[in-house]
């Protein structure tokens, strides 16, 4: 079966660092992605990966390691507006179309 | 070039009514995909769609819920007889084509803001 697994909170302070961990199991492993949702709004994407490794995107980071299935998040220099869920999803069966999302970790950052 | 836009934001039905949700998805783009979210359940695939198509509705309850994607206009989410395990947030996002064609590259989806239903 396919099963992804976050913790459901997050605290951290303002200009710190925060990651945030993700582990799943799929067949047919094809990528994994980041979204980010704030209260009440649609999830936007920040990433995809899909070799292992540390992916670098300004204050954002993601990382993955497939042998292990567990992904990260890693949020540097924190802003109060990086308060919100973060949602770690994977395709289902390899259909990046269909994509089965973990519950997310919802980040308060406090100043 | 407009985002993807979901009509109305917020709806309310009463029991045994019927809700029809609306998407239109961002110029260009070939599929449309439907979600339903709980608080505490997390995001839940629905449906996929190419235009005309159904591609995928394994996500969705097989009574009283449909959806199409006509060749013109937006996708339309449709729940019959609604009842008050109905009441969500429903998003709609779409995709580019792949342009290889398969199911393996990147496919980032973009959403819309979300339409939230109350079954009173």
């Known amino acids: 079966g396919q099963n992804i697994d976050q913790p459901t909170e997050m605290t951290a302070t303002e200009g710190a660092i925060v990651q945030i961990n993700c582990t799943y199991q799929?067949?047919?492993?094809?990528?994994l992605f980041w979204y980010q949702q704030h209260a009440g709004e649609a999830p936007t994407f920040l990433s995809y990966?899909?070799l292992d490794g540390l992916e670098e995107k300004g204050r954002f980071s993601s990382f993955l390691s497939r042998s292990k299935g567990y992904s990260y998040l890693l949020l540097k220099e924190l802003q109060m507006k990086d308060s919100a869920s973060y949602l770690c999803?994977?395709?289902?069966?390899?259909?990046?179309?269909?994509?089965?999302w973990g519950l997310g970790t919802s980040l308060a950052v406090n100043p | 070039n407009a985002g993807v836009m979901q009509n109305p934001r917020h709806l309310v039905r009463r029991r045994g009514q019927e809700a029809r949700l609306r998407c239109s998805p961002m110029?260009?783009?070939?599929?449309v995909y439907w979600y339903r979210q709980l608080p505490e359940e997390g995001l839940k695939f629905m449906v996929y769609l190419q235009k005309e198509n159904i591609i995928d509705e394994s996500g969705m309850p097989k009574e009283r819920f449909s959806a199409e994607f006509p060749k013109e206009g937006p996708s339309i989410l449709r729940i019959q007889q609604v009842v008050r395990g109905d009441s969500a947030a429903y998003f709609c996002a779409s995709s580019l084509p792949s342009e290889a064609g398969g199911l393996s590259d990147t496919i980032e989806q973009f959403f819309g803001p979300g339409t939230r239903l109350t079954v009173l």
């Open positions: 799929t067949s047919g492993f094809n990528g």
């Open positions: 990966n899909v």
């Open positions: 999803a994977v395709p289902f069966e390899g259909n990046n179309r269909k994509l089965i």
């Open positions: 110029k260009g783009h070939s599929h």
